[in-house]
Structures are given as structure tokens and as C-alpha cells.
């Protein structure tokens, strides 16, 4: 589990989870399989929730570190939804056996291994290397990023923390104007995770309340990815698009 150790100076905490995510990142990269890539994005997430919680140390370096992380998760973007489509199918196929045919779920299900197979190998080789290429762009960066000294590390802390909660306001506002499933929908669920994600690199402060939170927090992100779903599958089946 990677947490941030108060004991510790933040700026060496930083250093010290980028190294080891990075490199899991790279280790991830090694492959080219559904779940390589899944875990390779799981780790990018990890590592821009802790460049944001701690953005305020070094504006101008942490916000670029951010962006190649950003287009890094981009690059292994098109496997990987290609996948989690496959995936969310499959698990309707085997959650609502009795609606296969009058739905078309093996129809859909087809047609997305169809587009799945479509990424060749030489696409994936390019997503793995340009996503390698952009983490190791990042790690230069953060390499020789300067931490303010003039604001303590619970400073750097609180006004990432803030940042992070009003980012998520602001995106709870614009999807209670829209429908489930849209942009402003999925820009929510990624707030809500990069929140869980961020109170999880905090455990070993011991706020009050944070587990209890987290948890909250975790179960909150399952769902909306949940709706998330069913608001997709819906949309396929009314346009029998993949």
C-alpha cells in the first residue's frame, strides 16, 4: 500500500512513491496483456493523486509531471476501454443470463472482440512505448522539482486536500445537470477517485474519521462506475453501437 509517512520530510515522501510507482508503472509496461495495461493505469492514477494533493510544493514542475502522466494514461487508453468494454458485457451476460438474446448481448459482445482484435500489435507496441516515453519524461521532471520551503508540508497538504474537494464539487454540480453516462459523469467519478486515492496516501496520519471516509469514498466510485454501465450499455442498445 503506498502511503506518505508524517515522520518524513514531504519533499523526500514525493521523491520516494513517484520512484516506486514509476518504476511499477515501467515494470507493468513490460507486457501488453488487458491486465498490464489496466495495471499500468491504476498506477498512473495513484501518481497524479499525489502530484495533486502536493501540487502547491512546485507549482510549474508538478503540473507538468501531471500532463505527461495525463497523456501517458491517454496513450494506453484505447486497449484498455476496448477491454473494460468486453468486460462490463460479459458481466451482464452472466448477471442477467435470460436477457442475452433479447437484448443482443452475444451480438454486442461479438462485434466488441471484433473491434478489440482490431488493435494490431504494432498499435499496442506504439501505446506501450509512447506511454513509457511520457513516464520517463515525467520522472526527469520530478527529479528536479524544487520544493517551496517557505510552506510546511501540512500547508502543501491542506490546500491539495482543498483543491481536490472543490475540484469535485464543481464536477457533482455539472453532472446533476446532465444525464448518467455522459462526459460531466465520468469527469465525477474520476474526482471521486483521485479523493479516495489521496485520503489512502494519507492513512498513516490518522484524521479522524479518514477510514471510515475512505471507505465511503471507495464505495462511492464503485457505483458510479456502476451507473456509469448501465448508462453505457444502455446507449449501445438503443443505437446498436459498439
Request: aromatic share 4%; charged share 35%.
Amino acid at each position: 500500500v503506498v502511503r506518505i509517512d508524517p515522520a518524513r520530510p514531504l519533499r523526500d515522501e514525493v521523491r520516494r512513491i513517484s520512484d516506486a510507482l514509476l518504476s511499477a508503472i515501467a515494470g507493468h509496461l513490460d507486457g501488453s496483456t488487458a491486465i498490464d495495461f489496466h495495471e499500468a493505469r491504476k498506477a498512473i492514477k495513484k501518481l497524479r493523486a499525489l502530484l495533486r494533493l502536493t501540487r502547491k510544493a512546485d507549482t510549474v514542475a508538478i503540473k507538468q509531471a501531471d500532463g505527461q502522466l495525463r497523456d501517458a494514461a491517454r496513450s494506453l487508453a484505447g486497449a484498455r476501454e476496448a477491454d473494460a468494454a468486453i468486460e462490463m458485457l460479459e458481466r451482464f451476460i452472466r448477471d442477467y443470463p435470460d436477457r442475452i438474446v433479447d437484448c443482443r448481448l452475444g451480438e454486442m459482445r461479438a462485434a466488441l472482440l471484433t473491434r478489440r482484435a482490431s488493435f494490431g500489435s504494432d498499435e499496442i507496441e506504439a501505446a506501450r512505448f509512447a506511454a513509457l516515453a511520457h513516464c520517463n519524461a515525467a520522472r526527469v521532471v520530478l527529479a528536479n522539482a524544487n520544493f517551496d520551503g517557505r510552506t510546511t508540508d501540512h500547508d502543501i497538504l491542506a490546500h491539495g486536500m482543498t483543491r481536490t474537494l472543490k475540484h469535485w464539487r464543481k464536477r457533482l454540480d455539472e453532472a446533476m445537470r446532465t444525464k448518467p453516462g455522459g462526459e460531466a459523469f465520468h469527469d465525477l467519478r474520476k474526482a471521486v477517485k483521485a479523493h479516495g486515492a489521496q485520503l489512502a496516501l494519507l492513512r498513516d496520519f490518522n484524521l479522524k474519521c479518514a477510514d471510515a471516509r475512505r471507505r465511503e469514498v471507495d464505495a462511492l466510485g464503485e457505483r458510479l462506475g456502476e451507473l456509469n454501465d448501465v448508462a453505457d450499455m444502455r446507449a449501445r442498445l438503443r443505437t446498436g453501437m459498439t
